[in-house]
């Protein structure tokens, strides 16, 4: 059965028609709930299109619909901005509501559900609230003859009454409308769940709460509609005497669920019982839910590694059309066939790399001459570099090592968060020795092979620490300061150009041929605890312990000394290689 004809709701709904409708979720509780399952109900009814807007990335609906129900925040404050944002440009709509303070966001029509809402809504159009609207089944035959089911938040007005408030016991709306039915009488202060109690026929009686909303809502709606109503006066005198009738004693003159201790004593039972059974119903109910989600990323993965599939066949098609013409043309074409095979083979083992390394919702620059055949990543963006201001290929190398990193800067600020570096273009690192050595101060060397390197630009260098340390050094002493890189065998040179990097003369040898403090920094392998104290003789500003493949240690530690020192050792994770990620194979 339902309260009111659909027709009654047809101003709210019949704007929405033949328009792009996103619909945003409720945040509120489980008679919140109830609300959106009438909302939804009537979406389906008219005819409305829509779909479930989360106010993340892009919106493309042509109207936002936010929520109806009763008091509390729109949407979390974490999306209020980005919903205040949105309705700059896309007119939003919001579904009847009762309102305690103004609603804080731009709207195009405003549907309020009682009357004391336009207090807060001037412009507000009242309208009944969706649950009124709501069709169901027949309710069966009622268990109990009366339920008092009482709210136990600030709103509530009966603090202490031991009884059970609906929107603790029930998790749903399917579960809110069967708590409903198994009473014959309702006795409540939830205003939605008096409206599941009414649209199954239950006589209904509505108390007040701390805001005005109840009241209004039963003069507004609820008294034309068969709910009775408990005035302020005799509602406290029932709810201050609520812990006297659990505690077996009586007081005249009050309705008869206050006046039989026994019936309250089976209700908080009741709610006992029913609270141990929705425990042991949400306790299956996660472990449920967590094997559908693993099921659902796995199958999710096989999705993604079956598209990624398809996508290398095409790439394979595509190459095949580049060689075939070479191929035909007979011997005469033969070096030029090979050189186009074998780049083909490179290209493809560039994008195997990508795939089981680079995230998929990264953005990739490229360093090419222009092919855009290297910027086909199995789904990733990627782009040229370096390149114009409209993204296509510059058309021309960076002039110098300065150049290349300013504009690697550039596009990092812009949102890029991979460069790629193919066979092709390695001898950049060489040739850039300024821009190598910043690379690897400043990013994160994912993959290097023969067929490319990959850099991770959001991620920190290994040599990060150290990078910070000689800034400070610089700042401090006006100078940079001199290197001794003490058998690391990482190439610190290249990493860091402006200071004068040197080895000792025997790189095997126990000790130092040098005098006390009188190198800035000294850097040692890992785990070596002679050669750091033998260092810590030597250096003047720190000591550097760089991991290599015996060491064990994955971090780069640094050991500031005299007037340098810091609280303690700093340490950064070294990540020059790193597993197959499955970062963007997971659900969002």
């Not at 339902?2 to 008679?31: C, H, M, N, Q, W």
């Not at 003069?219 to 005035?231: E, V």
């Not at 199958?299 to 595509?318: K, V």
Request: with cysteine.
């Amino acid at each position: 059965m339902k309260l009111l004809a659909a027709d009654s709701f047809e101003p709210i709904f019949e704007p929405l028609l033949g328009r792009r409708v996103g619909y945003v979720p409720t945040t509120g509780g489980v008679g919140d709930l109830l609300v959106e399952m009438a909302a939804l109900q009537l979406f389906a009814h008219f005819g409305v299109d829509y779909h479930v807007e989360t106010l993340g990335g892009d919106c493309e609906a042509d109207v936002l619909v936010l929520a109806g129900g009763g008091p509390g925040p729109l949407c979390p404050p974490s999306l209020a901005a980005r919903l205040a944002e949105i309705a700059t440009e896309i007119p939003v709509t919001l579904l009847p509501r009762s309102l305690t303070a103004p609603v804080g966001v731009p709207l195009r029509r405003c549907h309020v559900r009682d009357r004391a809402s336009l207090d807060h809504a001037p412009d507000g159009i009242v309208m009944p609230d969706l649950v009124l609207g709501l069709e169901v089944t027949s309710a069966h035959e009622p268990d109990d003859p009366q339920g008092v089911w009482l709210r136990c938040d600030d709103e509530g007005l009966f603090a202490g009454h031991g009884l059970g408030d609906p929107d603790l016991v029930c998790g749903t709306a399917v579960e809110y409308l069967a708590l409903a039915a198994r009473h014959r009488a309702i006795l409540t202060d939830r205003p939605e769940f008096a409206l599941a109690a009414l649209v199954q026929g239950r006589e209904t009686t509505l108390l007040p709460s701390a805001s005005a909303v109840n009241r209004s809502l039963f003069d507004t709606w609820l008294a034309d509609l068969g709910c009775r109503w408990l005035d302020a006066g005799d509602a406290t005198a029932a709810g201050s005497a609520a812990a006297a009738r659990l505690a077996g004693a009586t007081a005249p003159g009050l309705p008869a669920a206050w006046t039989a201790p026994r019936r309250i004593e089976r209700a908080v039972a009741r709610c006992d019982a029913g609270l141990r059974q929705i425990e042991a119903r949400f306790a299956g109910r996660e472990r449920i839910q967590q094997e559908a989600i693993a099921a659902l990323v796995a199958a999710q993965d096989r999705l993604l590694r079956r598209i990624d599939d398809l996508q290398e066949s095409i790439y394979a098609l595509r190459a095949d059309a580049v060689l075939r013409p070479t191929a035909a043309a007979g011997d005469a074409a033969a070096p030029e066939h090979d050189r186009q095979r074998e780049y083909t083979h490179l290209v493809s083992r560039i994008r195997g790399a990508i795939r089981d390394l680079v995230p998929a919702d990264a953005r990739v620059l490229v360093v090419s001459r222009g092919d855009d055949e290297l910027l086909r990543l199995f789904g990733r963006r990627a782009g040229h570099f370096p390149q114009a201001p409209s993204g296509v290929y510059a058309g021309h190398h960076p002039p110098d090592a300065a150049a290349a990193v300013a504009h690697l800067e550039t596009l990092r600020a812009a949102g890029w968060d991979h460069l790629l570096v193919p066979a092709t273009a390695l001898w950049w690192l060489d040739h850039y020795a300024g821009f190598a050595g910043y690379l690897q101060r400043s990013a994160a060397l994912v993959h290097r092979d023969a067929d490319c390197a990959i850099y991770a630009l959001g991620e920190a260098s290994p040599w990060a620490a150290l990078a910070d340390f000689v800034a400070r050094f610089k700042e401090s002493e006006e100078r940079y300061p001199a290197i001794l890189d003490w058998g690391t065998g990482s190439g610190l040179a290249a990493v860091f150009p402006e200071s004068a990097v040197f080895t000792p003369p025997d790189a095997a040898a126990r000790e130092l041929p040098y005098v006390e403090e009188s190198i800035d920094v000294i850097a040692i392998p890992c785990g070596d605890p002679t050669r750091l104290a033998e260092a810590r003789r030597v250096a003047i500003a720190a000591v550097v312990e760089v991991p290599t493949a015996e060491s064990g240690p994955t971090a780069v530690l640094m050991h500031p000394l005299g007037r340098h020192a810091a609280p303690r050792p700093a340490a950064v994770r070294m990540n020059a290689a790193r597993p197959a990620l499955e970062a963007g194979r997971r659900l969002p």
